[in-house]
């Protein structure tokens, strides 16, 4: 019988081996406790069950103390096992760890228990910096690094999506729309000659459905670094007109579906944060200009986005206890992005249709009208919302933040 409720165990294993090396890993999950190296840390995580009930301190404290014993045996400075099984109530499971997915599953089908390279040979800095350490270059902040973008697969989110590949991160790609999620994946993985991305379906107003997104990271990396949550939807209407189906539908995935978010990644995170206390990960919402200032005849889309603030704000609140730091983006308007140029269902055509931009004659002048809201004369890019993920990813001393990108266009106050 092996166990396979890796999302209990899996990042338990990933924040100890994290925190041992100061730098990062994936574990993958072999599923089949048979083939156990004799290299292998081997620990009996039995008592942390009572009945169905997991202790994941307990079963924190079981691991390390087994790490430390193999670290007193070979030496603190040698080489990180590659491999360990666990056993618990319902079966062993083994777990094979590399710096990246390609390795670690490459251990699992060859069977190679050789020793990790010691060190921080993966990443540009160390993870669980001192206070003060130098800053980094922007984009190094998430190479190697495992993350997760909701409604990644076109517009904001798969500008995110492609940046992040870039930058040498492993992407999940989580959308309703798993047939472009997939495309997308295919294409970065391609172009960048590793595992750089893998597609996840996800609806992420359904709790079920985010807490088996969630499983399918563990069973697959073994955690997580960043989850953007970028999956949103608008649906523009006057109050005096909007039905309650349509402001329920936006405001289940703009705002509930932010909540079940960072409910089922914040299990995950903490897990990891047992065995690696002191490493930040974070959570980041894309929010809008919306969420800044009120929008007209868009209750519903900028309601959410001002909740969503809260929810960000109180979030970082309670989970900064388990390093999780938790902010909000908010870009201004994406004109080159599908919700404002697609030729059939975009907002120029619907704005141009409607007589919604006074004057215009054409999609040229209600592009040139938006334009010109923005100081900086200018639509907002997949681009600047990069650099704004970078700044908050390398900025460990910031939580609960609702940063503009716009141009200018909205300021704090
Ligand atoms: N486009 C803009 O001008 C703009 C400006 C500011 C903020 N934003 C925000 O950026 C984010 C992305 O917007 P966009 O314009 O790129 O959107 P988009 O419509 O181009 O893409 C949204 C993606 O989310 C997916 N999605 C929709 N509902 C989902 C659900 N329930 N579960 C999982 N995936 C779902 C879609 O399949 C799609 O791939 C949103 O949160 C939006 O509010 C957009």
């Given at each position: 019988?092996?166990?396979?409720?890796?999302?209990?165990?899996?990042?338990?294993?990933?924040?100890?081996?994290?925190?041992?090396?100061?730098?990062?890993?994936?574990?993958?999950?072999?599923?089949?406790?048979?083939?156990?190296?004799?290299?292998?840390?081997?620990?009996?995580?039995?008592?942390?069950?009572?009945?169905?009930?997991?202790?994941?301190?307990?079963?924190?404290?079981?691991?390390?103390?087994?790490?430390?014993a193999?670290?007193?045996?070979?030496?603190?400075?040698?080489a990180?096992?590659?491999?360990?099984?666990?056993?618990?109530?319902?079966g062993?499971a083994?777990?094979?760890?590399?710096?990246?997915?390609?390795?670690?599953?490459?251990?699992?089908?060859?069977?190679?228990?050789?020793?990790?390279?010691?060190?921080?040979?993966?990443?540009?800095?160390?993870?669980?910096?001192?206070?003060?350490?130098?800053?980094?270059?922007?984009?190094?902040?998430?190479?190697?690094?495992?993350?997760?973008?909701?409604?990644g697969?076109?517009?904001?989110?798969?500008?995110?999506?492609?940046?992040?590949?870039?930058?040498?991160?492993?992407?999940?790609?989580?959308?309703?729309?798993?047939?472009?999620?997939?495309?997308?994946a295919?294409?970065?993985?391609?172009?960048?000659?590793?595992?750089?991305?893998?597609?996840?379906?996800?609806?992420?107003?359904?709790?079920?459905?985010?807490?088996?997104?969630?499983?399918?990271?563990?069973?697959?990396?073994?955690?997580?670094?960043?989850?953007?949550?970028?999956?949103?939807?608008?649906?523009?209407?006057?109050?005096?007109?909007?039905?309650?189906?349509?402001?329920?539908?936006?405001?289940?995935?703009?705002?509930?579906?932010?909540?079940?978010?960072?409910?089922?990644?914040?299990?995950?995170?903490?897990?990891?944060?047992?065995?690696?206390?002191?490493?930040?990960?974070?959570?980041?919402?894309?929010?809008?200009?919306?969420?800044?200032?009120?929008?007209?005849k868009?209750?519903?889309?900028?309601?959410?986005?001002?909740?969503?603030?809260?929810?960000?704000?109180?979030?970082?609140?309670?989970?900064?206890?388990?390093?999780?730091?938790?902010?909000?983006?908010?870009?201004?308007?994406?004109?080159?992005?599908?919700?404002?140029?697609?030729?059939?269902?975009?907002?120029?055509?619907?704005?141009?249709?409607?007589?919604?931009?006074?004057?215009?004659?054409?999609?040229?002048?209600?592009?040139?009208?938006?334009?010109?809201k923005?100081?900086?004369?200018?639509g907002?890019?997949?681009?600047?919302?990069?650099?704004?993920i970078?700044?908050?990813?390398?900025q460990?001393?910031?939580t609960?933040?609702?940063?503009?990108?716009?141009?200018?266009?909205?300021?704090?106050?």
């Open positions: 019988m092996s166990f396979t409720d890796h999302i209990l165990t899996a990042p338990l294993i990933r924040g100890l081996w994290i925190n041992a090396a100061k730098c990062l890993r994936v574990v993958v999950p072999a599923g089949d406790a048979a083939a156990v190296p004799p290299q292998a840390l081997t620990v009996d995580l039995r008592a942390a069950w009572t009945g169905d009930s997991f202790d994941e301190a307990w079963a924190a404290k079981l691991l390390r103390d087994a790490y430390t193999w670290e007193a045996k070979n030496g603190a400075a040698s990180q096992p590659s491999c360990i099984r666990i056993t618990t109530p319902s062993d083994v777990y094979w760890i590399d710096r990246d997915l390609d390795s670690a599953k490459k251990r699992s089908v060859t069977g190679d228990a050789s020793p990790l390279e010691p060190g921080n040979t993966n990443t540009a800095d160390s993870l669980i910096a001192a206070p003060g350490a130098s800053a980094v270059n922007r984009s190094s902040v998430v190479k190697n690094k495992i993350v997760l973008v909701t409604g697969a076109q517009g904001f989110g798969e500008e995110i999506v492609r940046g992040l590949a870039a930058s040498g991160a492993l992407v999940f790609i989580a959308d309703l729309n798993l047939g472009g999620a997939e495309k997308l295919e294409t970065l993985n391609a172009s960048e000659k590793r595992i750089a991305a893998v597609a996840v379906p996800v609806n992420v107003s359904n709790e079920a459905s985010v807490e088996a997104l969630f499983k399918t990271i563990a069973d697959t990396a073994g955690g997580l670094d960043l989850c953007v949550s970028n999956a949103g939807v608008l649906k523009a209407a006057s109050v005096l007109e909007q039905e309650e189906a349509a402001f329920k539908f936006v405001t289940d995935i703009n705002y509930t579906g932010f909540f079940l978010m960072v409910k089922h990644c914040g299990r995950l995170l903490r897990r990891q944060n047992r065995t690696a206390p002191g490493w930040k990960t974070d959570i980041i919402q894309i929010n809008s200009k919306s969420g800044l200032e009120g929008s007209n868009n209750g519903a889309y900028a309601g959410g986005k001002f909740g969503a603030i809260g929810l960000v704000e109180s979030f970082a609140l309670e989970l900064v206890e388990y390093d999780i730091k938790v902010n909000a983006i908010c870009p201004g308007n994406f004109l080159d992005g599908p919700l404002w140029s697609d030729p059939v269902k975009g907002l120029f055509v619907q704005y141009l249709n409607t007589g919604k931009v006074p004057g215009a004659r054409t999609l040229a002048d209600v592009r040139a009208f938006y334009e010109a923005v100081p900086m004369k200018r907002c890019t997949g681009a600047d919302v990069m650099r704004a970078y700044y908050v990813v390398e460990e001393y910031e609960g933040q609702a940063i503009p990108v716009t141009g200018g266009q909205v300021m704090l106050h």
